[in-house]
């Protein structure tokens, strides 16, 4: 079994790397969802990271369909990944009916090549997840990230578990949203998933001694929570051991 770890910065990476996580996916903006992060971002992380590396490929928040422009910028992003390093890249475009836009993210997909692909949660916006789930083989993408097309991962353990079946071995079905210690376990179970995402977070207060008041805003920092990782992956090696 395998952990990913979603991560906003730099020493959220870190903290996954250091925790026993497997893979992490860099992302900035966090309110948005996880759109790309910067160039000298992803080019540190290469630096410090000694575990897999997948920024993703996101111009903007909101919903998935892309300009031209867009897909203009997202196409020298996945360069920019190839060119640093990393090994692979996360990606996931629809047209406005809701299915998958096969030419763009086939075009991403070649580009990115030889790195791996993941198609994000634009999945759990398709209008038929099993169509889509054949789509994003034909595409080429090594794994999707699926809630299971519920705001949570345990939540779309049903429809989860189906896509699994109908995958059948030909792509990886990774559950993500919600995932913590609490619930890796029975998420398993339910459906069989052998790979997890999991952003782990939790909010950090500022450090910061003086704070103007006037501004009546909270300042904290959203990170990748150590004690949760390493939850997750007690029992991922637990499973290991029983193979």
């Not at 398709?126 to 519920?150: H, K, M, W």
Request: charge should be negative; aromatic fraction near 6%; include cysteine.
């Amino acid at each position: 079994m395998l952990l990913e770890v979603c991560c906003y910065n730099l020493a959220s990476a870190m903290i996954a790397q250091e925790s026993g996580a497997h893979r992490v996916e860099l992302c900035a903006d966090p309110a948005d969802g996880g759109t790309t992060p910067s160039y000298s971002l992803i080019k540190t992380a290469r630096k410090k990271l000694n575990i897999a590396l997948y920024p993703i490929i996101r111009t903007r928040g909101g919903d998935f369909l892309f300009s031209d422009e867009e897909f203009e910028v997202m196409l020298h992003d996945v360069h920019a990944c190839k060119k640093l390093g990393c090994d692979g890249v996360v990606i996931g475009i629809l047209h406005a009916n809701g299915t998958i836009d096969k030419e763009k993210c086939s075009r991403l997909v070649e580009s990115a090549y030889p790195l791996g692909v993941t198609f994000h949660r634009a999945f759990d916006w398709s209008v038929n997840p099993f169509e889509a789930l054949e789509d994003i083989i034909d595409i080429g993408c090594e794994r999707i990230l699926t809630s299971g097309q519920q705001p949570r991962a345990i939540q779309g353990a049903p429809l989860i578990a189906d896509l699994i079946k109908q995958a059948a071995d030909r792509i990886v079905i990774m559950p993500g949203s919600g995932i913590r210690a609490s619930n890796i376990a029975d998420l398993a179970r339910e459906t069989g998933a052998v790979e997890f995402h999991s952003s782990a977070r939790i909010n950090r207060k500022t450090q910061m001694q003086y704070l103007n008041s006037a501004m009546q805003e909270e300042q904290f920092t959203v990170m990748a929570d150590r004690h949760e990782i390493e939850g997750m992956l007690k029992f991922i090696t637990r499973e290991a051991n029983t193979i």
